[in-house]
């Protein structure tokens, strides 16, 4: 193992045990939602189709070759220039493949259980269909509302140590790219598993379309360009590499605070924690001091020890990102 360069947080012990314990406690739930799930699919053949269909949305061509495309565009047009065979690159791929590969169907069960659960307990949330209300207005509802949850969800992960923990990987890049949208921890994505509510209240009146869904795809993955796009007054309305680079910018401290939407700006302008480019220069990414092991401070050959200590360091007992909030 190679030596990574973090600084452990002075916090109180009980504020590390908190957080330690919410890390496990989020483990634990994604594991039982995931049995839930299992279950509820049943035979082994309806669960590979609908791992199959998962991964055709979040995964598939459409989003294969969008992201592909801007990682060329960001060797034109880049926001701050990287060798085209950097560390940085090399781990984010490894995390799409995970994501890819081991994430998604675990992901699904996860999001299976969770609407099981849902309609066992909650089964008043769930709506009947819908006199007269058109269809395709149905979908707009449901993926607004679904980018507003993930927006609350977004900001909880900044708000509480426990989900700091695993989502302190995703902003410790410093190297950013389109393919640091999959640099995430494979339980952040746990997190998120909400946002399939709206699709699970409206679902009697329409559902939404695999097109719609891989459009919205492409779209959670384009803020993180390496790009110096900013949409001029479409900003106003949808998230931009520009935009979103501030939420991402190392001068915030350890934990952003401005420019959270996934897709829409609407809900950062609504809780007053948007913030938009003024400078031409772009800001440096990363979170001060370092409490994330990065690829950027070992060698070559410690690329893959760096990231077994970023999937492990939400689950030690005491962590560097268990900083003041």
């Not at 890390?23 to 799930?37: E, F, T």
């Not at 991964?55 to 880049?78: H, K, S, T």
């Amino acid at each position: 193992m190679v030596a990574v360069q973090t600084r452990v947080a002075v916090v109180p012990a009980r504020a590390a045990l908190v957080a330690w314990s919410g890390a496990l406690a989020v483990l634990a739930m994604a594991a039982w939602l995931a049995l839930v799930g299992t279950r509820d699919l049943g035979s082994g053949q309806q669960i590979w189709q609908t791992i199959s269909t998962a991964r055709g949305v979040d995964v598939g061509p459409v989003v294969v070759v969008f992201v592909a495309l801007l990682f060329a565009a960001e060797q034109i047009w880049p926001a701050v220039r990287r060798p085209l065979w950097c560390r940085a690159y090399l781990v984010d791929a490894f995390y799409l493949v995970l994501f890819a590969v081991a994430v998604i169907p675990v992901l699904v069960l996860v999001q299976v259980g969770f609407m099981v659960e849902i309609d066992r307990h909650l089964p008043f949330l769930v709506l009947g269909r819908l006199p007269v209300v058109p269809r395709a207005l149905v979908v707009v509802v449901i993926l607004v509302c679904m980018d507003g949850i993930n927006w609350a969800a977004h900001v909880a992960n900044h708000r509480f140590r426990a989900l700091w923990r695993l989502h302190a990987l995703h902003h410790s890049q410093e190297d950013m790219s389109v393919l640091t949208t999959f640099r995430t921890h494979p339980l952040m994505h746990a997190a998120y598993v909400p946002s399939v509510l709206p699709a699970l209240v409206l679902g009697a009146s329409g559902s939404v379309p695999a097109s719609a869904l891989i459009v919205y795809a492409c779209l959670t993955a384009l803020p993180h360009a390496n790009l110096n796009w900013s949409f001029g007054p479409l900003s106003r309305l949808i998230v931009s590499p520009a935009y979103h680079r501030l939420h991402h910018a190392r001068r915030l401290g350890k934990r952003g605070n401005v420019n959270f939407g996934f897709v829409l700006v609407v809900w950062d302008r609504l809780a007053g924690k948007a913030a938009f480019p003024k400078d031409a220069e772009p800001v440096s990414t990363g979170i001060s001091r370092r409490p994330v092991p990065i690829e950027q401070t070992a060698s070559w050959g410690g690329t893959a020890s760096v990231v077994l200590a970023q999937l492990a360091g939400p689950f030690r007992r005491n962590a560097a990102t268990d900083g003041p909030l």
